[in-house]
Each structure stands twice: as structure tokens, then as C-alpha cells.
């Protein structure tokens, strides 16, 4: 496994596999999820086998923070919604974020109409979500909502 290395603000990636529906890959303690293809129903154990590697990373302890990146995809339907809730309790867990990028005008109106458009910042490139996250190392935090509150 490659190391962390910073030059000129960039982050260089350590990790990078695919499981099922995502990509994974490492940038310090955010693990940056990349979906590699719609996530319809249909999809459930795709989803799940995704699921599984991302939930094991976190149970290994060296990731915080996780950026889901949707630049692939233009859906995604109830069980991945579901897999983002239980993603993101996990990771509140342990004073960890998560936030979106690359989401198409499709999944936005889906995060909209679940009202779940507020839980979670969204930035248009994964560039972006990465600054934010690492915004925690220079004491700036990303606003959070609690979910008890959106539901």
C-alpha cells in the first residue's frame, strides 16, 4: 500500500479497489467511495457486497470520513438510501462525516423528496468534498444536521 503524500495541496489516493458497486479508494482518514453504476432495487446484493468492504474499512479504524462520489451514476433507489443512513450513523458514531459529489439533478430531486437534502453537504467535484474534509485538520467543521430532526 502506497503512503499519503501532500504536494501543492493535492491529496494522492492509497487504496483503490472495487467491490461490487463501488470503487474505494483512501485519502488519509476519508475514504472516498466512487458508485460505479445506477443503484436500482434490483441491486440489493450488489449494494450489500459494496456495503460489507466500506463497513470493514471503518471497523479497522483508519478512516473518519467517507466521500460518496456519484460522477457514474444518475440514480440511486430505497436500499442504497438506506445503506447512506446506516453509513452515516456509523460514521456519526465516531464524530465522522460524510458528504456527496458529482450528483446528477436526478439524485439530488431524490434526496429532496426524502428529505434528506439538508443531512448531508453536497459539492459538485470530489475535489471539493476532499477540502472539506480535510477543513477538520485546520479546526473548520462542515455543518451538521441531526437526522431525528429531518424525520
Known sequence: M???????N????????????????????TLVVTVQTDLRELDF???????????DQLARGAVKDVVLDFRNTDYYGSTALGFFVKLWKRLKERDGRMA???????EREILKVTNLDGLWPVYATREEALRAMQARDDSRRLPRRDMDAQC
Open 2 to 8: 502506497q503512503g499519503i503524500q501532500r504536494l501543492n
Open 100 to 106: 456527496f459529489c458529482g450528483v446528477s439533478a436526478h
Open 45 to 55: 446484493r450488489g449494494v450489500e457486497a459494496g456495503a460489507s468492504e466500506i463497513f
Open 10 to 29: 493535492k491529496v494522492d489516493f492509497t487504496m483503490a479497489t472495487t467491490t461490487g458497486a463501488f470503487g474505494i479508494e483512501r485519502a488519509g482518514q
